[in-house]
């Protein structure tokens, strides 16, 4: 049973457009929220959090959109660069002391 | 602080083979976890600690072997290596059980 589902499995975007990728959960007990990223041939890191109490989070370009009615998230790229280019989990947390990851997004920037 | 270490970074196994993957964090931290990612799968929990002496099965077990006899140390086994293990392999840690984790750099296993 997948508790995360992540759309789309990959996407390309222009530079400078706007890069989107969608999160929907199904435990209502969830109440931490992040997106990774990882680049080729490395770990994912942490690049943005957010807990239910907010309906949005933005650090620099990027920004999580949270709707706790709809039980879905999403993570916004704003003015996309080529470095962006990597693939990108979302996760929900936790339950059982653990972090339930979405399948992944593939993102790559055009130059 | 190197966060979480592990070794080796690659490996060439044949099937039948043993080898005993290694992960260090040296943040303090009580909860660790190793995953494998294959295409498309993205991150499965293979097994997780919440502490030392603690270890638990995660969503894809079979065939492999834990031990967390210290606190900074998670050890992954492969008893009998498989062509269906072949993956790669990334540790994490956290200090509070399903919240922010760090990871590794990964270990990339073929088994032949």
């Known amino acids: 049973q997948q508790q995360v589902k992540q759309s789309p499995q990959s996407l390309i975007v222009q530079k400078g457009g706007i890069s989107i990728i969608n999160c929907a959960y199904e435990n209502t007990a969830f109440d931490y929220f992040p997106w990774y990223q990882q680049f080729p041939g490395k770990g994912p890191a942490l690049l943005i959090a957010?807990?239910?109490?907010?309906s949005e989070k933005k650090e620099g370009r990027f920004t999580i959109s949270f709707n706790k009615s709809a039980k879905q998230f999403s993570l916004h790229i704003m003015d996309s660069q080529p470095g962006d280019s990597a693939t990108y989990f979302c996760?929900?947390?936790?339950?059982?002391?653990?972090?339930?990851f979405g399948k992944g997004t593939r993102l790559h920037i055009l130059p | 602080n190197a966060g979480v270490t592990q070794t080796p970074k690659f490996r060439v196994l044949k099937t039948g083979q043993s080898m005993t993957l290694l992960c260090a964090q040296d943040?303090?931290?009580?909860?660790m976890y190793w995953y494998r990612q294959d295409p498309g799968m993205g991150l499965r929990l293979i097994h997780y600690s919440v502490g030392e002496g603690t270890t638990a099965k995660g969503e894809v077990p079979d065939g492999y072997n834990v031990s967390r006899l210290k606190k900074q140390n998670f050890l992954l086994g492969l008893e009998s290596a498989a062509p269906s293990q072949t993956s790669v392999y990334f540790c994490?840690?956290?200090?509070?059980?399903?919240?922010?984790?760090?990871f590794g750099q990964g270990t990339r296993l073929t088994v032949v």
């Open positions: 996760a929900a947390g936790p339950r059982d002391d653990k972090i339930i």
């Open positions: 957010i807990r239910p109490d907010v």
């Open positions: 994490a840690s956290s200090y509070v059980g399903g919240t922010e984790a760090f």
């Open positions: 943040m303090n931290h009580e909860y």
